[in-house]
T-cell receptor
Framework: DADVTQTPRNRITKTGKRIMLECSQTKGHDRMYWYRQDPGLGLRLIYYSFDVKDINKGEISDGYSVSRQAQAKFSLSLESAIPNQTALYFC???????????FGPGTRLTVL | AQKVTQAQTEISVVEKEDVTLDCVYETRDTTYYLFWYKQPPSGELVFLIRRNSFDEQNEISGRYSWNFQKSTSSFNFTITASQVVDSAVYFCALSEQGAQKLVFGQGTRLTINP
């Protein structure tokens, strides 16, 4: 089984709809992250969490919210999706500061 | 503020050629970590290497090698005798000890032609 899983893997939605992307991990890591990837822009950090009670905004948090339901679960929500949120979204986990991050398979989101 | 620049947007070579992917970084921290990730056409991100700022030794892993030079703030990645399976987007990333989060470069799309 994969260490970091994301659901759904693909999603097409309409402008204005609320959508939730879910991430689960079995690595036992405290740190979890949400990124989006756009062509030519690399990966940009949306939100990150260092434990269940700790949530931090990243570089591009506007239009997004997150929930850390448990050590193993970190969800990303788009309250009212818009077309420029069409992107590939990745969840990642890490253990200690400076450790490499382990990424989920990604969720391809299209907002029409 | 931390920043990573991968100036090469796309590189295309013929199989068996050697190829070097450049990565230049900016940071004010004295303790930081550098990474390379591979993203094959299937889309997942694969961790390749981690290097901390106090370890300037070059590293070799099979056909892959990494050259870390603090004097030029560079962490370049060389693939020797490239193969078609090396075709992917490669990302360089930086994590400062204080910030504790990764900043990625824009990525270099590498195409190895048969």
């Amino acid at each position: 089984d994969a260490d970091v899983t994301q659901t759904p893997r693909n999603r097409i939605t309409k402008t204005g709809k609320r959508i939730m992307l879910e991430c689960s991990q079995t690595k036992g890591h405290d740190r979890m992250y949400w990124y989006r990837q756009d062509p030519g822009l690399g990966l940009r950090l949306i939100y990150y969490s260092f434990d269940v009670k700790d949530i931090n905004k990243g570089e591009i948090s506007d239009g997004y919210s997150v929930s850390r339901q448990a050590q193993a679960k970190f969800s990303l929500s788009l309250e009212s999706a818009i077309p420029n949120q069409t992107a590939l979204y990745f969840c990642a986990t890490s253990d200690l500061p400076g450790d490499g991050q382990f990424f989920g398979p990604g969720t391809r989101l299209t907002v029409l | 503020a931390q920043k990573v620049t991968q100036a090469q947007t796309e590189i295309s070579v013929v199989e068996k050629e050697d190829v070097t992917l450049d990565c230049v970084y900016e940071t004010r921290d004295t303790t930081y970590y550098l990474f390379w990730y591979k993203q094959p056409p299937s889309g997942e991100l694969v961790f390749l290497i981690r290097r901390n700022s106090f370890d300037e030794q070059n590293e070799i892993s099979g056909r892959y090698s990494w050259n870390f030079q603090k004097s030029t703030s560079s962490f370049n990645f060389t693939i020797t005798a490239s193969q078609v399976v090396d075709s992917a987007v490669y990302f360089c990333a930086l994590s400062e000890q204080g910030a504790q989060k990764l900043v990625f470069g824009q990525g270099t799309r590498l195409t190895i032609n048969p």
